[in-house]
């Protein structure tokens, strides 16, 4: 997700985030949780953030945006784009894997 902001053309310059240590460039973000704590703290780049307990896909249905799904696995998170029918790389059945859910809606 961070690579797609940065190719973007995102300013990710306040995000202080765990990165790769890989000698490439870009560096990736390495947490799902501390890119979403810091896209919540971006209302007026990426909207206000909507929460969500016990959810299957059919709720952002026709809907495109930003996903995060906390605590999916055990203390691993998931961070997404979402087009409204499917993620880009994550599963369906990850959603009943969450904890929580987290929607940032895109226009």
Request: some cysteine; aromatic content about 14%; overall charge positive.
């Amino acid at each position: 997700m961070g690579v797609a902001l940065e190719k973007s053309k995102v300013d990710m310059s306040t995000f202080h985030g765990a990165r790769c240590w890989q000698g490439h460039a870009p560096k990736h973000i390495l947490r799902a949780q501390e890119l979403a704590d810091w896209i919540s703290r971006k209302p007026h780049y990426f909207g206000t953030t909507s929460t969500y307990k016990n959810v299957t896909q059919a709720k952002f249905s026709g809907k495109k945006g930003i996903l995060f799904i906390q605590h999916g696995w055990g203390a691993t998170d998931h961070i997404d784009l979402w087009d409204g029918t499917s993620m880009k790389v994550g599963e369906p059945e990850y959603f009943s894997l969450g904890k929580e859910v987290w929607f940032w809606k895109l226009n």
